[in-house]
Structure formats: C-alpha cells, structure tokens
C-alpha cells in the first residue's frame, strides 16, 4: 500500500551531482543544463514551482520525482529525457514545495506527508501547462513514488496520452489501474524487494490491472536488479548502496531508456 512508504535500511547524504554518460551520448551534469524555473497555477488557484529543460516545441513529459523530491537524480532523469531522439520538453513539478529529503528519514517524512490527491492536481496542472506552451501531446512518467503517480495520473488526468513508470504502483485508496485511460509501460527490478509497491508481484497484478483496463500496456521485469535500479549516476550509485542495494547493471537502464524513447516518441508524435 503506497500509504506507508516502504522502509529502507540506512541514511546517505546528498552529495554533488557528477558527471554521468551513457550509449547515446555524453551528457552534460544537471547542474551544468540551464533548467527554467516556471511558476504553475492550478484549477483551485494553488501555485507551485516547476523545472522545465527541452526543446521549446518538442512533445511534453512531466517527470515526477522519487520521494528524495526534486534533487540531483531526478534532474539527470529529466535532463536525459529531453535530450533523446529528437528531443522532449521535460517538466519537473515541485511537489514538495521546495523541500528535499537528505537521508532516509527524512525522505520517508516527506513521502508520508505528501497530499497525494493535491500532487495528482498539480500533475494535471502541469500537463495543461505543457499543451498550452507549445507541446501538442504530453505524458507522465515517475520514479519510484513518482512512478506510482505517473500510473494513477493514467487513470485520474483526463489529458494525458501516454504513461511510464519506473518501480511503483499506487495504493487502491489512491487510484485503480483496471481504470487506466492512457497507455502505460512499466519497469520493475527482478530483486525489487518492497511488498505491494514495487516487488515482482506487485508489478505482476499491475499487469493483470492493465489488461483489464483495455489501455495499450507493457510490463517490464529486468533480472538481476533491484528497486531504483536506474539511478546511475555516482552518488546515485553510492546512495543505493548504502541502502542495502549494489546492484549494477548498464544493459538494463540503457535498454530501460530505449524502451522509454519508443514509447514516448510512439504516443506522443503527432
């Protein structure tokens, strides 16, 4: 259930972004990609902080944050989204209003207290936002709590054409994937050990979810890997050992963003 966080073993600290690269070229580091800070206001008049990197008419993804909140590894997330194929408009939606998690206690704090019905209006927000700032289509993807949002966006936001997510999935209360209305792809790790929300079995009943909701689906289960398997950047590697998790696997993070791009570029290409 996504209303209790899962536990994790240790604390790490923050540290500075690096440089990171991978198959389809080098990028530059986060803190090197001028992001533009927008400010979004929704249908009840709440106004939140936003990042936006990309192409200025490039298909739009709103990319939603691990429970760390908008920190290094979401960052490099967004910056390699938008700089695959021909390119995307990715958009980061503050949904901890400015607060980040650093070490796991405090990150489970946040992820506790966060206003899920509030953070699903702000993705709504956010998409509305990209059609309305020259992205004809646009989707959601998510990480880990934001992988969860991204699958209940698919079911709750009306104007959304295509979903993926990465090692989560939503609690009942929350929303119900045999719902869905836009398609979904999903990524999950074989070793992926936090019951209910991201294990094996957790993502096999997605999968039977999906199917009843008649949406165009893929369910991705890599061998091997464990939960936020993607994180690949030095620290992000360091933060997950510390936290019980050492696997390391480029095959699959590359083959993981390659099954993202044609996803993507598929549902989101007029």
Not at 188 to 200: A, T
């Amino acid at each position: 259930m996504l209303s209790v966080a899962p536990k994790f073993f240790t604390t790490a600290p923050l540290r500075t972004v690096s440089p990171f690269a991978c198959r389809f070229s080098v990028r530059s580091i986060a803190d090197s990609v001028p992001f533009n800070k927008i400010r979004i206001q929704r249908d009840d008049d709440t106004a939140f902080d936003a990042y936006v990197v990309g192409k200025n008419n490039a298909p739009g993804i709103v990319v939603l944050q691990e429970w760390w909140g908008v920190d290094f590894e979401i960052k490099n997330h967004a910056v390699m989204i938008s700089q695959l194929g021909r390119g995307f408009k990715a958009l980061i939606p503050d949904l901890y209003r400015g607060k980040v998690g650093l070490d796991v206690a405090e990150a489970q704090h946040l992820m506790n207290g966060l206003d899920w019905q509030g953070a699903v209006k702000d993705i709504h927000a956010s998409v509305n936002w990209l059609k309305a700032n020259g992205s004809a289509k646009a989707g959601v993807t998510g990480f880990c709590m934001g992988g969860a949002l991204a699958i209940a966006s698919s079911v709750l936001v009306p104007n959304v054409d295509a979903a993926v997510a990465f090692y989560g999935v939503p609690s009942s209360e929350l929303a119900d994937p045999a719902q869905a209305k836009a398609p979904v792809q999903a990524h999950f790790g074989e070793l992926d050990n936090f019951v209910g929300f991201s294990d094996v079995t957790a993502a096999k009943a997605l999968e039977k979810k999906l199917k009843e909701s008649g949406v165009a689906h893929e369910v991705h289960i890599y061998p091997n890997n464990g939960h936020a398997f993607m994180n690949r950047s030095p620290e992000g590697i360091k933060r997950r050992k510390n936290m019980g998790m050492s696997d390391e696997d480029e095959a699959a993070v590359q083959l993981a963003w390659s099954r993202f791009q044609s996803w993507m570029t598929h549902y989101l290409t007029v």
